[in-house]
């Protein structure tokens, strides 16, 4: 399968690169140096010569607090940039798959989100990325739209990524104790990312480590259970411009239906990344 993989630098694009190539794709990851998706005619120059079989776009502003002020870049990354992707693939007969996110909720629910569940961006983040996917569906009929949330990984520079670090370095970190959502191991999503790409199936998936979720608070415990270097905080006590969803929780109906196994139990995939992190370390202190 010939792959080009959209935002190369970013956790998730790095993971599946690595993934695609190991299962011996053919893969263009591009940085958005070297290919910005909201530049609809570098993407459709791109796209109509390489000419891929499937794309998996990665690319985005996650700066949540960043795109509550500036609308313009906002859409332009995570909406325009979406269906730029989609209409390139329309005239050169690929598939897209884009990861979407868990803040197109509000949050209101106390299970998990399905596919049953009517989005409700209270984010312009969220509202952008909701627009993308709507934008991308209505562009290309093999549109696989895979919401995400709460990744964690190599290369990763959000909390749930640089927590593990920190604890193992014996830092005190100060977590969020009342928002919950399904932490997400980055080479795991990548992996049904590949998948949904081979399956060819359009629609809305959910792509999530099994198991209850947790708080902030409740993953970096679960990395040195029996430390007090976890200190809880609520939401509320932080002072930021955008909302953010109290309870993200996603679930996915159509994996199974279409004989895709759950992904592994957060918590198993937490100590694999334990592992890797601490093989680092000892790397970098061994002389």
């Known amino acids: ?49 390489e000419r891929f079989d499937s794309v998996i776009n990665c690319a985005a502003w996650t700066d949540v607090d960043g795109c509550e002020t500036d609308h ?91 927590v593990v670090e920190k604890l193992l370095n014996g830092e005190r970190v100060k977590a969020i104790s009342d928002a919950f959502g399904t932490p997400t191991y980055a080479p795991d999503l990548a992996k049904r990312l590949r998948e949904l790409a081979v399956l060819d199936l359009p629609g809305i998936y959910h792509a999530a480590n099994a198991g209850g979720g947790s708080s902030y608070a409740g993953f970096a415990r679960s990395v040195m259970p029996d430390s007090d270097l976890v200190e809880d905080i609520s939401a509320a006590a932080l002072t930021r411009p955008a909302p953010r969803p109290q309870n993200s929780r996603l679930r996915c109906l159509l994996s199974e239906a279409i004989g895709l196994k759950p992904l592994r139990p957060w918590e198993e995939a937490l100590q694999d990344f334990i592992m890797t992190i601490s093989a680092e370390q000892a790397t970098n202190t061994d002389y």
């Open 1 to 49: 399968m010939k792959v080009l993989i959209t935002g190369a630098n970013g956790m998730v694009a790095q993971a599946t690169a690595e993934h695609c190539r190991s299962m011996g794709d053919e893969v263009s990851a591009l940085t958005r140096e070297q290919l910005d998706i909201a530049d609809r005619s570098s993407v459709l120059e791109v796209l109509d010569r």
């Open 72 to 162: 313009e870049r906002n859409y332009a990354a995570n909406a325009h940039g979406v269906e730029n992707l989609a209409i390139g693939c329309r005239n050169t007969n690929a598939n897209l798959v884009t990861i979407s996110t868990d803040y197109v909720f509000d949050g209101a629910k106390e299970g998990f989100y399905t596919q049953r569940d009517d989005p409700n961006p209270e984010s312009e983040y969220g509202r952008a990325k909701l627009a993308g996917e709507l934008l991308a569906q209505a562009a290309l009929a093999r549109t696989i739209v895979v919401r995400a949330g709460w990744i964690f990984g190599p290369g990763g520079t959000n909390f749930l990524s640089k």
